[in-house]
């Protein structure tokens, strides 16, 4: 496991952890595996070699170490692996860990609900949250609504969405009459799929917000708090502005991301995934999101 307990404190020119802007970190390591068969992800039923789980799994431990020594920024973090982690007991360790402590605002992971929550009970509710996604097709409303149930049993914080193909209106309707109101159910635009007018309106109706998920938005030349207040880590540590833009600004190990940091214009002519246009200066988003821009539930919800 993990060394998770604080390091010396960094003297020097270094920022007060009080007043430095926090700093929102995407980790994503080797894990490609998913234990469901979605026809619209390219990792369905993906079966991950064990070299690769052992890489994993390191990779998140040196990760975890970091962020425990790292105490003169304070620190969101979101786990946004490629497969399904929470099927994998070292993210489950990582969660609780991180959650405990004190220069960790949140911690938070997407996932699909397959593996049971109760282990949620050793983590702080203040911080450990979860952004799910519901696959109708892949599992029942019942076993899912069984695991956001046990969530608010715990205490814990979560968004809850749906890709927006036309089979899987009538199951996010019936999701979301059967979710607590207090749960946001927020809508992904499919991927080559055109929306109608009345499409739109039917899905908006759903999620207030998904007209920012429906079209993708201008981002070359517009400044982009990635790189700045928000980055994309890679398992050897290497460090991106974002999931999408490939060029390496620093790493997490040797020290030299701290001096990348810095605002940045967007390189790429568009931006259409949640997680990168959510830190578009533009949109605006950071303000919809406060407080819970990791896990995806807007600050004024219920709307």
């Given amino acids: 496991m993990a060394d998770l307990g604080p390091g010396p404190r ?68 979101l786990f946004t692996p490629w497969g399904e982690g ?11 860990g991180l959650s405990h402590l004190p220069h960790i605002d949140r911690v938070a992971i997407q996932t699909n609900l397959a593996a049971r929550v109760d282990w ?19 599992v029942t409303e ?20 749906v890709v927006g193909l036309p089979q899987h209106y009538e199951p996010a309707l019936s999701l979301r009459r059967a979710l607590k109101p207090s749960v946001y159910l927020w809508v992904n635009a499919a991927e080559g799929h055109l929306y109608s007018e009345d499409e739109e309106r039917r899905w908006t109706r759903l ?15 517009r400044p982009c708090q990635a790189g ?21 600004i620093g790493n997490l190990y040797d020290g030299s991301w701290r001096a990348a940091l810095r605002p940045r214009p967007c390189t790429n002519r568009i931006c259409d995934c949640h997680i990168g246009y959510v830190h578009l200066e533009p949109l605006g988003l950071r303000d919809v999101y406060a407080g819970g821009v990791l896990e995806r539930i807007p600050a004024r919800w219920p709307a």
């Fill in 207 to 221: 999620d207030p917000h998904f007209g920012t998920s429906v079209r993708p938005h201008p981002s070359l030349g």
């Fill in 142 to 161: 019942d076993r899912f609504l069984s695991r956001t149930r046990r969530l608010d049993d715990l205490g814990h914080r979560y968004s809850v969405g």
């Fill in 10 to 77: 960094r003297d020097g020119d270094l920022p007060d952890p009080m007043t430095a802007p926090p700093l929102f970190i995407l980790w994503r390591g080797p894990l490609a595996s998913c234990n469901y068969d979605c026809p619209y992800c390219p990792f369905a039923k993906r079966i991950d070699p064990p070299d690769l789980l052992r890489a994993d799994r390191a990779a998140l431990e040196r990760f975890v170490t970091w962020a425990g020594q790292t105490t003169d920024r304070r620190l969101s973090i």
């Fill in 120 to 138: 949620l009970a050793d983590a702080s509710p203040r911080v450990a949250a979860l952004w799910a996604t519901y696959h109708p097709g892949q």
């Fill in 86 to 96: 929470l099927t994998r007991s070292w993210y489950r360790t990582a969660i609780v």
């Fill in 228 to 248: 700045e207040t928000a980055i994309s880590v890679r398992g050897d540590g290497e460090v991106r502005r974002c999931h999408f833009i490939d060029t390496p």
